[in-house]
């Protein structure tokens, strides 16, 4: 033996050694410590190894034999025919080599059809049906040997317990044995760990464990209280004379007896290019699905070639699983950071020593909040399983608590704010902790992106460096500041040179005639995005009416959430939401609504600016009263000013007007101009 091969010799029997044990692990033990994905590239690895050195097949190897031992502790079942598994594709080529394969073990001219179905991700169950009553139902076990959990099965309200489930439908066989997946709806599975972490009780990682865990109940009636579901798609066994021949056939035979068959998601296909388009349409789609899929099925249509083309190992030949990247990965906790939100929101996020899922790297997840960390009892230093779905960031499941090593640390919630020290507030009933701080830092950045961002004001060319430089630097103390930011603010930030600082000035400006809905989603009530906003502004006449709409009013318009109704009049009921409109108004934010038929043109074209307190109208009020009428508002006096609006206490506008000559109007004079 050459040295490689010694090293690829001592690989194989690596493999085979970690297969074996975490297959015990998860089908005898029902406590995997590696997920599916990680299991299938041990075991493709051990396959490819074995294929191209078949000299190291090893008689015990896992290749080699049909699944793991059944659990002792149920009654026994031989199932009348081997339940199989699947060989797995992993891409288009991977289908391509399986059609070449087993073509050259078809006569030349036999010509395929295929049907594809979605690879449900729950538990394989065997059903026994007899003269159309449901007389027995097992686990696959290792395929041959499975676990009688008839009761159990019971349970499940789709699973008919006679057949056909419609009288007038076609009359049973006098024996069938079918063959479906048990698996939990996501809904109903959230609502079982929901109702665990209630009791205290550890949650399941995933809703295939918890149906798992489900089925395998020895007292049914625990079972009876998990909502489990169950989609069928194979004829086992039978004994009667119409049955059908063809897969596509099957799948209609089974949901006209009553079974249930996921018939709107499966396809029949003559060629594999269109299959293989198809298959491509679930990337994305799959998380539209209710329950998980890891991927879809492809099946020889025609039942006596899919037969005679036999089986490798538990694999049939005539069939083949397209898996979709496993979206889940164990890998370790190696620290908790904390985000701190716009609002305030502490938020902990997992630092994981990093791990590639789906294509990915992945260093980071969420935790959700310190509640869901306890809950869930995720520790630093454990291993822990992370998932990235679609377009969900990811997040951290769970531990894998059977890995542990005695020396993890329990996770608390920081005392004090991670940014700016103040101390940490939590408001009954609220899972949320909150730096306590409205000034801090950190939310002033984070409300400031929330600004700039695509949905609310569009700002091009803020991101969050320079954010962060600008608050740092003392330049922005709130999101008005923007507007009265110079060249001369920019021009020592990294990386600023003229251009730059021009397009970031004119795309502040173009942002000071966002239509009024973005501005009122950009201010971050809480409840009100741009749907909320532009809701508001149809039902009331402008934004002044908006700042004193009371409760009753706004929970009067249709679509309109109580709770969001209390947020918005909080939201003007604070002199600090008035005090940051006055200013967003004096840096040019238009309030004006958009469309809205404007009072008069009276004011067109001047310029207004108000200073002092006036007698009856908040600063506000006012603002909006002269929009109204096509007038403006600024912040500082100039000799483009038209009139300044002075009431009680004035600024250093007043004599900034009186040095300019420009017309000092009181509040009575303004309203005398617009009558
Ligand atoms: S057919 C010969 N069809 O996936 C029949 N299996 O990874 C072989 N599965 O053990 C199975 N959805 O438990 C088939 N539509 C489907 C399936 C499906 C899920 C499971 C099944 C199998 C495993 C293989």
């Known amino acids: 033996m050459t040295q490689a091969d010694q090293s690829l010799a001592r690989r194989a029997a690596d493999l085979r050694e970690q297969i074996h044990y975490h297959s015990y692990r998860y089908h005898v033990l029902d406590a995997p410590i590696i997920t599916d994905g990680e299991f299938d590239a041990l075991y493709q690895e051990l396959a490819k190894i074995e294929s191209q050195h078949p000299d190291l097949i090893a008689p015990d190897s896992p290749t080699q034999r049909v699944g793991g031992e059944p659990r002792s502790d149920l009654p026994k079942v031989a199932h009348a025919a081997p339940v199989l598994s699947l060989s797995n594709a992993f891409g288009d080529d991977d289908v391509l080599a399986w059609r070449t394969r087993i073509g050259k073990l078809l006569p030349d001219d036999t010509t395929l059809d295929y049907v594809v179905e979605l690879k449900f991700d729950g538990l394989s169950v065997v059903l026994t049906y007899e003269n159309g009553v449901f007389v027995q139902g097992a686990t696959r076990g290792n395929g041959e040997i499975g676990e009688d959990i008839t009761p159990n099965l019971r349970t499940i309200n789709a699973l008919p317990l006679r057949i056909p489930a419609d009288p007038d439908g076609p009359p049973p066989p006098a024996r069938l044995v079918v063959r479906g997946e048990v698996f939990f709806r996501l809904p109903a599975f959230e609502e079982l760990n929901r109702q665990r972490t209630e009791n205290g009780e550890p949650t399941f990682v995933n809703p295939r464990n918890a149906a798992s865990g489900a089925l395998r109940q020895l007292d049914p009636r625990i079972t009876a209280q998990r909502p489990l579901d169950l989609a069928c798609y194979q004829i086992l066994d039978g004994e009667g004379s119409d ?298 006449p402008s934004f002044d009416a908006l700042i004193h709409a009371t409760q009753e009013q706004l929970e009067a318009i249709p679509g309109m959430g109580p709770l969001t109704a209390v947020n918005i009049v909080d939201f003007f009921a604070d002199p600090r939401s008035h005090a940051l409109i006055d200013k967003l108004r004096s840096g040019g934010v238009s309030f004006q609504a958009e469309g809205k038929q404007a009072a008069s043109d009276r004011l067109a074209g001047q310029t207004f600016v108000i200073t002092g307190t006036l007698p009856t109208l908040l600063r506000d009020e006012a603002s909006a009263l002269i929009e109204s009428h096509g007038g403006k508002i600024t912040g500082s006096v100039s000799s483009k000013t038209a009139y300044v609006l002075a009431g009680e206490n004035p600024g250093s506008k007043l004599d900034k007007a009186n040095q300019l000559g420009i017309p000092v109007i009181t509040e009575q004079e303004l309203l005398d101009m617009l009558h």
């Open 243 to 540: 049955l059908p021949t063809i897969q596509w056939n099957v799948l209609h035979y089974l949901y006209g007896l009553g079974f249930p068959v996921m018939l709107d998601y499966s396809r029949h296909f003559d060629d594999l290019g269109p299959l293989l388009a198809y298959i491509h349409t679930w990337e994305d789609r799959r998380h539209d699905l209710d329950f998980e899929i890891d991927g879809l099925v492809i099946k020889i249509n025609d039942l006596a070639i899919f037969e005679s083309l036999g089986v490798v190992g538990k694999d049939p030949r005539g069939a083949i699983a397209y898996k979709f990247p496993a979206e889940e990965r164990t890998t370790r906790l190696l620290d908790v950071g904390v985000n701190v939100g716009r609002t305030g929101v502490l938020s902990p996020y997992a630092i994981l020593e990093p791990v590639e899922i789906g294509g990915v790297t992945v260093k980071q997840a969420t935790l959700h909040n310190f509640d869901d960390i306890a809950a869930k009892d995720i520790r630093l230093g454990d291993t822990v399983i992370v998932k990235r779905s679609g377009e969900v960031i990811p997040y951290v499941v769970g531990p894998v608590t059977d890995l542990r090593e005695g020396a993890e640390q329990p996770i608390t919630p920081p005392d004090s704010c991670p940014f700016c020290r103040s101390p940490i507030t939590r408001t009954e009933g609220e899972v949320a902790y909150y730096c306590s701080n409205p000034d801090c830092p950190e939310r002033l950045v984070r409300s400031i992106e929330y600004w700039v961002s695509r949905g609310a004001m569009d700002i091009d060319g803020l991101g969050e460096r320079i954010v962060r430089q600008l608050v740092d630097e003392g330049r922005i103390h709130d999101v008005a500041d923007l507007y009265f930011l110079s060249p001369d603010d920019l021009i020592d930030l990294e990386g600023f040179a003229e251009k730059k600082i021009d397009n970031l000035l004119a795309a502040i400006d173009a942002s000071r005639r966002r239509p009024l809905e973005r501005v009122l989603a950009a201010l971050g009530i809480k409840g009100v995005g741009t749907t909320v906003a532009a809701l508001l502004l149809d039902h009331l």
